[in-house]
């Protein structure tokens, strides 16, 4: 038998990646609501929080829009460049109502983020207000398609 030096990997597992996994597998049941703090939007559907999981327990992740997809900033075309930008620019808006909370956390398929619901002050459900006012399209996992096939390039 080898000594644990020669099969644990030092540093042990640490920062977003830990936090995330704490999220998700802490959040109770799906319709308990956990405050979050913004840090910042990084595209039309996802964004950086600190998340109050428990009184006294705050962690940072990714926040992935539950049911969306919005365009891509690192864009195939110049039209879904345009998209992307004002997709953010929307997400932005709405987390910056206030009062911004997510539920129904679970994991994402990318390490490092979460998915979930989100809601605001004023809106009750944050991707279908991105799916409303066009800056996304339904997603339900799986393969993506592009947004550039009747963009000019």
């Known amino acids: ?8 990997h030092w540093p042990l597992p ?10 998700w597998q802490r959040a109770g049941a799906p319709d ?7 840090i910042r939007t990084i595209d039309g559907d996802t964004f950086e929080a600190r998340v109050h999981v428990s009184p006294g327990l705050a962690l940072t992740t990714r926040v992935r829009l539950r049911g969306i997809d919005a365009p ?9 460049l345009q998209m992307a930008e004002a997709a953010t620019i ?3 808006e709405l987390l910056g109502q206030g009062d911004v909370a ?11 983020r ?3 619901d989100v809601v605001t002050t004023r809106t009750a459900n944050v991707s279908a207000a991105m799916l409303a006012a066009g800056y996304a399209r339904a997603y339900g996992g ?12």
């Open 72 to 80: 891509e900033l690192k864009a195939s075309c110049r039209r879904e």
């Open 142 to 153: 799986g393969h993506r398609g592009g947004w550039c096939a009747d963009a000019a390039h």
């Open 1 to 8: 038998m080898l000594p644990i030096r020669h099969w644990v």
């Open 114 to 116: 979460v998915v979930a």
């Open 102 to 112: 997510i539920f129904n956390i679970g994991p994402d398929k990318y390490q490092g």
């Open 32 to 38: 308990v609501r956990h405050p979050v703090d913004v």
């Open 90 to 92: 929307a997400l932005r």
């Open 14 to 23: 640490h920062g977003r990646l830990q936090d995330t996994d704490v999220i």
